[in-house]
């Protein structure tokens, strides 16, 4: 009888039981391997994990050593800015000191406090980053970061012939593992989970053999940013998407009774109030051309913002009612909710088409073809989509997708919808907006689990 050989995939988020366990992608792994599950004990859905065959249990961080971790990836990213223009941003973004309140003596407070901060994070930064000092702090800060115990230990009792990784590449447990297997002498590969992560947050500082990414823009990021080499990375697109393709062609019952505009939040803040009311005002002025149509406001699922739209103050609009609970009752970044991606096929391919920030959410909204407007405005705080779109790495291109319409102020943004309103569908720019789409999200004629499953052979 012939032994499977073995693949641990390590869980650091709950995000990823959503986009590889409960999507399926891993089935074609497991005809071929033995695959075996450890998580970070600090996870929301635990009780998913535990019922998975061979799971083995969990490793968890200590703050001290998150702390270790972290300072290391922010030096990595001083010293490197000149890498990606999104390295600027964050460390602007970081660097902010106002802090605004209600009232002038909280803001104040605030800011003091957010001041001596933004020193200290400064001046380490500066420090251990400068020329001189660098390699002293990589030989005996980086180098001497031990790896984590309790992973190290469930590396070792496993002992796979690969470690598979879904990753936002910038974390603690991912440059441990790297450090683990290569002591180990076990092969790796990462699965880069989001569109920014190569890009927006700081340097690899260990390498696994392989590396899977969204697309040709992500692998240019890989060797350009991130200095892997050419055949290190492969194009394999995401599996959360995977669905849309085989769904995008098919009728879906819209969970609505009339025509709407899908405007979609981001997770980082900006003024969603003031655009919708834009769009609401616009609508209630052209009502006489344009016949029932109403605004389906979808917040980001993870927001970090804390104001909360006043249904009664709008007359079209409507909050996704999948998300309604969650954007209602919380006002912090709960992942425990983790909303169910086939409910978005629907969603968006029902919509007439959509409005919305800077968010991955254009990448579907181009599977499904639709007319995608982003309101990147300016706003008093830094951190704003305007920004966003002028610093950050991996929007660059956007200009490029014919199916979407980029506005900056009112003018701008209520001549795109006169337009949007005017317009036919797209059908004649499937192709075009097939293949633009392409360079940012990989797609061909095999699924995401053979992809994968190709992709884990290169190394067995």
Known sequence: MTVKKKILIPINSDLYIRNYIRTGVLNKLKTSFDLFFIANKDLKNLEELNKLENFKGYFQ???VEETRHRRILNTLMWRYRKYSKSFIYRLKWFSQILVLKNKKIDTFKYSFLKFLNVLKFRIFIQFFGSLLIFPLFKKFYMMKTEPNSSLYNHVRTIS???????????CSMDNDLIKICNKLKIKSIFLIDNWDNLSDKSLMWNKPDLIGVWGEQSKQHAIRIQKFQEDKVVNIGTPRFEHYFRERNNFHKSYFDFNYILFLGTALEFDEIKILKI??????KNESKISKMKIVYRPHPWRMGTDKIKISEFKNIIIDPQIKKNYLETNFVNTEFQPDISYYTSLIKNSNFVVGGLTSMI?????????????????????????????MVHFKELKYLNNLIITKNIEELENALSKLFKEENIQDEKKTIDNQRRFFLFDDNIDY????????????
């Not at 796979?160 to 910038?170: F, G, R, Y």
């Not at 769009?279 to 209630?284: A, E, G, P, Q, S």
């Open 61 to 63: 961080y200590s703050h």
């Open 160 to 170: 796979p012939d690969i470690v598979l990784v879904p990753t936002q590449a910038q």
């Open 279 to 284: 769009i609401d005002n616009f609508i209630i």
């Open 363 to 391: 990448i579907e909204s181009s599977i499904f073809y639709k007319k995608y407007v982003v309101t990147a405005f300016p706003e008093r705080q830094f951190n704003n989509q305007y920004n966003s779109l002028k610093y």
């Open 449 to 460: 689990s053979s992809r994968l499953l190709d992709l884990v052979r290169k190394l067995i």
